[in-house]
């Protein structure tokens, strides 16, 4: 598979021609050619199969270096690692529900002039009485780098079990940095004054429009294996990250 792109669009029709082509329904793992968002879309669209990336997008950093030589070879030898996604409910003033799922994280932001103001639960319990920022996300570890960096949340080691939730230019608390949580909590965020301050909820590239609560929890029993070149793999791409 492949991204619109030239540069993924010749790389696929150069592998096509060398290593030939099959159906999703008969295939034992997927090549994707593309960035992290072709990885993110093609994991999301084949839960099943393991997803080997070659990057012929912008960062790449879950895809492998690209060549068109030794494929199988390199497939054969790839080590796995098991990402569990995140499942996101959001919930919207006249009670529609609605559920998508994120493999990097679910990002609450606000859709309006004004900041948006968040009440935080973890378990049921209150951990957070008011949030007043542009938002704020929970990341897995894979998703970690992504988003979650960018608003100088934690690194997590693809092994640590837990999650990060990060806010986004927080106004008050103005020291709060975030929190460290279990892999298994379940966060909910109630969204206050929804109508003065709407939200959006995101799951990776999934939006949710005007939500007046979310819900999100990881989700155990579903495990996207992405493919990585021997030495090359997803717990020391995370460690490298961080001496960068």
């Known amino acids: 598979m492949a991204s619109q792109v030239l540069l993924a669009q010749e790389a696929l029709a150069r592998l096509i021609r060398r290593y030939g082509q099959h159906p999703v329904e008969e295939a034992d793992a997927i090549v994707a050619l593309g960035g992290d968002g072709l990885m ?3 994991l999301h669209q084949n839960a099943g199969l393991p997803v080997y990336g070659m990057n012929r997008g912008t960062v790449g950093f879950l895809m492998n270096t690209y060549n068109d030589t030794g494929l199988l070879e ?27 799922l994120a493999i990097n994280e679910v990002s609450i932001l606000r859709a309006g002039p004004q900041a948006a103001k968040l009440r935080i639960l973890v378990d049921g319990r209150e951990r957070l009485s008011e949030l007043v920022a542009d938002g704020a996300l929970l990341a897995t570890p894979a998703g970690s780098t992504a988003y979650n960096y960018s608003a100088h949340g934690p690194i997590l080691p ?11 230019a927080a106004f008050r608390p103005r020291r709060w940095r975030g929190a460290l949580l279990p892999k298994l909590a379940q966060v909910t965020f109630e969204v206050l004054e929804p109508e003065k301050r709407p939200v959006s909820a995101v799951a990776d590239s999934y939006e949710v429009r005007e939500p007046v609560s979310i819900e999100v929890a990881s989700v155990p029993e579903i495990g996207h294996r992405i493919l990585f070149d021997t030495g090359h793999g997803l717990e020391e791409r995370l460690i490298r990250e961080q001496f960068m």
């Open 158 to 168: 693809i092994g640590s079990g837990v999650l990060a939730l990060t806010p986004m």
């Open 74 to 100: 390199r497939l054969a030898a790839a080590e796995p690692a098991v990402i569990n996604p995140l499942r996101m409910r959001a919930t919207r003033a006249d009670g529609e529900t609605v559920e998508a």
């Open 40 to 42: 993110l879309t093609t």
